[in-house]
């Protein structure tokens, strides 16, 4: 089974903002796959299951916030017995350029916190998979944090959906190719363009 986790933070207030676009993909995921999330109370998550390109999975959207991603996977992982290799994690990246995405199979937390708690709550792993998706240019310095908790502006709104398509269409080719496949067609990839 393989848990594909989008980070983000529950509430209306934060819906449309630029943090939680983990949150957005796995909901597009959902709507194509007619797939439904349910709050589990345990796991302080919603979660949907199903099978898709042949290979079991669990999508979960984190309802700790952000900043206590991990304690809410580290719960999931316990109780279905997945180990952390057979994680992937979708969420926001100020370093990358809105527009961009990139998938990596480990690494550091790049100072975002949703990833500083999953490898804290996992005993300092940092080898699960990740899709970064880009909200930058960093703003830089305290403009930082408000930055990531604003909505997306106008023109980003218009580019949205095929974002989140290609996310979801990312996804596919990591279910059903691995992520290095994965890796070859999305990392140079420039939706804007």
């Known amino acids: 089974m393989k848990v594909i986790a ?31 999330l349910k709050k589990e ?5 919603s979660i949907g299951r199903s099978i898709v390109n042949n290979t079991n999975i669990l999508l979960v ?36 350029d809105f ?13 975002h916190n949703g990833i500083k708690s999953i490898i804290e709550c996992f005993g300092g792993a940092k080898n699960f998979a990740r899709i970064k998706i880009g909200v930058g240019p960093d703003p830089g310095g305290a403009a930082r944090k408000n930055y990531v908790l604003q909505n997306f502006v106008k023109k980003e709104i218009k580019v949205l959906p095929k974002i989140l398509d290609i996310c979801v269409n990312s996804l596919e080719v990591f279910l059903s190719e691995g992520i290095s496949a994965a890796c070859n067609k999305f990392n140079g990839l420039n939706i804007l363009e």
Request: net charge positive.
């Open 41 to 45: 109370s345990k796991f302080n998550s």
């Open 61 to 96: 959207q984190p309802l700790t916030y952000m900043n206590l991603s991990g304690t809410a996977l580290v719960k999931i992982a316990h109780w279905y017995k997945i180990p952390v290799e057979d994680i992937l994690v979708i969420f926001d990246d100020i370093n990358l």
């Open 6 to 36: 989008g980070l983000g933070n529950p509430g209306k207030e934060y819906s449309c903002t630029r943090h939680n676009i983990g949150f957005m993909v796995v909901e597009k995921f959902m709507q194509k796959y007619d797939i439904s």
């Open 99 to 111: 527009g961009r995405i990139r998938f990596r199979n480990a690494g550091s937390d790049g100072g």
